[in-house]
C-alpha cells in the first residue's frame, strides 16, 4: 500500500458487532497480566478472549438446563393431572 491508514477496522463493523466486540476486549482484559506474558501477545489475547466465551457459554448452559429441568417438571405435572383427569371421566361413566 502506499498509503497507510490508522483507521480503526472495527469502525467498519456495524454498531452491534462493534458493540459486542468492545465487550468482549473489556472482558479480555481482565488477562492483561497473564497474556502480556506470553512470547506471542497477540495469540494469547486471542485465547483469553475465547476463555470468556467460554465461560459465557456455559453460563447460558446452566441456564437453559435450568429451564429444561423447570419445563420436564411442569409437563410431567400436565400429564399426571391429565391421567388423573381420565381416571375420573372414567369412573364417573361407570357411576
Known sequence: MLFRTTEDWKQHLGPDDEA???????KVQRH???YR???DIKTAQLWAALLEMK???AALLRKIQRMEYIFEGMTERIKKQQQEDKELIE???KF
Open 20 to 26: 459486542k466486540l468492545n465487550d468482549i476486549l473489556r
Open 32 to 34: 492483561r497480566s497473564a
Open 37 to 39: 506474558q506470553a512470547p
Open 55 to 57: 465461560k459465557e457459554n
Open 91 to 93: 369412573s364417573l361413566e
